[in-house]
């Protein structure tokens, strides 16, 4: 099997190559997200993913996935919160509300030069959440470590009513997606 490059830092990711048994390497890329821009979000990501992984793929060989996931509400695209406050205040939107979790991929195959770019997205419906478990939430500060201020893998389940989409694409990954593509670069996971 090909060599295949996650160029990502994200745990969450790992933790899904992991899962599957895949043996890959993880390099994290080093761009600058805030100078890559488009109104709108499916193409953000893919641009985003894009760049990462062609970003990994000037000095290592290999198969080369590139990832990065935002959210979209009330017409906003939303990262990473910078501050426990704003954190806060998002989860104040999302409480009955729903969202849209975009994650775009670039799968680039550094000897032949073949890349794939596409997005993934998946809705997620939030419970009403009391400010009491807002503020208790906010207490864990990873919580700036994900899009939207949450984890839907970690304490913020409880707060998920439902899904549509793959539930992988909204932990990190849309890894039934990646893995068909993966088949038009000879690889099956």
């Known amino acids: 099997m090909k060599n295949i490059i996650l160029a990502s830092a994200s745990n969450a990711r790992r933790k899904i190559l992991d899962?599957?048994?895949?043996?890959?390497?993880?390099?994290?890329s080093n761009i600058d997200e805030s100078k890559i821009q488009d109104p709108d979000p499916k193409k953000l990501v893919q641009l985003l993913s894009n760049a990462k992984a062609t970003e990994v793929a000037k000095s290592r060989k290999g198969i080369v996935i590139g990832a990065d996931s935002l959210i979209f509400f009330n017409r906003r695209i939303i990262g990473k919160p910078s501050s426990i406050e704003e954190a806060e205040s998002l989860l104040r939107e999302f409480s009955?509300?729903?969202?849209?979790?975009?994650?775009?991929?670039?799968?680039?195959?550094?000897?032949?030069?073949?890349?794939?770019?596409?997005?993934?997205?998946?809705?997620?419906?939030?419970?009403?959440?009391?400010?009491?478990?807002?503020?208790?939430?906010?207490?864990?500060?990873?919580?700036l470590n994900h899009a939207g201020g949450y984890n839907i893998a970690g304490k913020a389940m409880k707060f998920i009513r439902s899904i549509e989409g793959d539930y992988f694409n909204f932990v990190g990954l849309p890894i039934c997606r990646i893995a068909e593509e993966l088949k038009e670069f000879d690889i099956n996971l």
């Open 96 to 143: 009955g509300n729903s969202q849209i979790l975009y994650t775009g991929v670039t799968i680039l195959d550094t000897s032949s030069g073949k890349t794939k770019t596409f997005a993934e997205e998946t809705k997620i419906y939030f419970r009403k959440i009391t400010e009491d478990e807002i503020l208790a939430y906010a207490k864990d500060s990873s919580i």
């Open 19 to 28: 899962d599957l048994g895949i043996t890959y390497t993880a390099i994290p």
